[in-house]
């Protein structure tokens, strides 16, 4: 069976960090164009940061940037968000995903509707 699995999330103050993961099984994540996404209450869901089927290929929000990081591990075929600086507007549940690459090159937090895999959700709270 294809699918995401989450994991971390949880209630942190400003200023703290935490990290996500989003472990596959049933197909392997360096072959696909991986992303997080979250969506708070009465927001529209967001884009945060995406990685190509390359690991060199990524892409920020910029309302994350130089904050977040997302890495891969393959041996454990799992992604990775790490987050730092966290705001109280970072709160949301955040939600990975896999598709087949649409670029070569690049990857675009553009048409959620494309992704293959959605994970579960987990939740992320920041709130002193």
């Known amino acids: 069976q294809k699918q995401l699995v989450q994991s971390g999330g949880g209630l942190v103050q400003p200023g703290g960090s935490l990290r996500l993961s989003c472990a596959a099984s049933?197909?392997?994540?360096?072959?696909?164009?991986i992303a997080w996404w979250r969506r708070a209450p009465w927001k529209e869901r967001e884009g945060v940061s995406c990685?190509?089927?390359?690991?060199?290929?990524?892409h920020f929000a910029d309302s994350v940037k130089g904050r977040f990081t997302i890495s891969r591990d393959n041996a454990k075929n799992t992604v990775y968000l790490e987050m730092n600086n966290l705001k109280s507007e970072d709160t949301a549940e955040y939600f990975c995903?896999?598709?087949?690459?649409?670029?070569?090159?690049?990857?675009?937090?553009?048409?959620?509707?494309?992704?293959?895999?959605w994970g579960q959700g987990t939740q992320v709270t920041v709130s002193s």
């Open positions: 049933g197909f392997a994540l360096d072959h696909y164009e």
């Open positions: 990685m190509g089927s390359s690991a060199e290929v990524t």
């Open positions: 995903a896999a598709r087949t690459p649409i670029y070569d090159s690049v990857c675009v937090l553009q048409y959620s509707y494309t992704y293959d895999y």
